[in-house]
């Protein structure tokens, strides 16, 4: 059974760090592509930021580019998130998903997400 | 950036009946769209992709057609579990990935 687990949420201030982690089970982590996407309190989904199987690309949302960086480490079949300069706006649910088989772009298994506050 | 559209917000079914949500692109996706299922508390499930192929284990119930820009996602008989908002997704364009805002299918 595919699982992925996500960690690392909590209260932050804004201008403040925090780093989100996802383990997986279940597949072969190194052979997808991995996603992080947000949905904000009473929101819809935002795409975030995802990460080829070798790191060789990694792309972001404009609003998080130069704060947020996606990172995996195969090995650990782990997904993080490194988020700094959060924001208010940032405050959201936080889920890791995986690549469809069939398309990288579309997203066959989710986490139950972490939330993430920034709040003075 | 492609900017995806939903429609109706609120979508009021009773039991049984057949349900039609809408998505609408700002410009063509050549049918790179997925559909998704959100319910109350849980994470998104993935239904459709590439606008109508099943995703393993979605029931029958659930189809997907369209072309260009737009899209629709109908469920056939609206089951008790099936009350949730449902997301579009376009990957044809991006970066950004792009979700619409989501419809909320609701007990009448």
């Known amino acids: 059974e595919v699982q992925l687990v996500e960690s690392g949420g909590g209260l932050v201030q804004p201008g403040g760090s925090l780093r989100l982690s996802c383990t997986a089970s279940g597949f072969t982590f190194n052979t997808y592509w991995m996603t992080w996407v947000r949905q904000a309190p009473g929101k819809g989904l935002e795409w975030v930021a995802n990460?080829?199987?070798?790191?060789?690309?990694?792309y972001y949302l404009d609003s998080v580019k130069g704060r947020f960086t996606v990172s995996r480490d195969n090995a650990k079949k782990s997904l993080y998130l490194q988020m700094n300069s959060l924001r208010v706006e940032d405050t959201a649910v936080y889920y890791c998903?995986?690549?469809?088989?069939?398309?990288?772009?579309?997203?066959?298994?989710w986490g139950q997400g972490t939330l993430v506050t920034v709040s003075s | 950036e492609i900017v995806m559209t939903q429609s109706p917000a609120t979508l009021s079914v009773s039991p049984g009946e057949r349900a039609t949500l809408s998505c609408r692109a700002s410009?063509?996706?050549?049918?790179?769209l997925a559909w998704y299922q959100q319910r109350p508390g849980q994470a998104p499930r993935l239904l459709i992709y590439d606008a109508s192929t099943r995703a393993t284990g979605v029931p029958a119930r659930f189809s997907g057609s369209g072309s260009g820009t737009e899209y629709t996602l109908t469920i056939s008989s609206l089951q008790s579990e099936d009350f949730a908002v449902y997301y579009c997704q376009q990957y044809d364009s991006w970066p950004p990935l792009t979700f619409g805002g989501g419809t909320k299918v609701e007990i009448k």
């Open positions: 410009q063509s996706v050549s049918r790179l």
């Open positions: 998903a995986k690549g469809g088989d069939y398309s990288a772009w579309t997203f066959d298994a």
């Open positions: 990460v080829k199987q070798d790191e060789s690309e990694k």
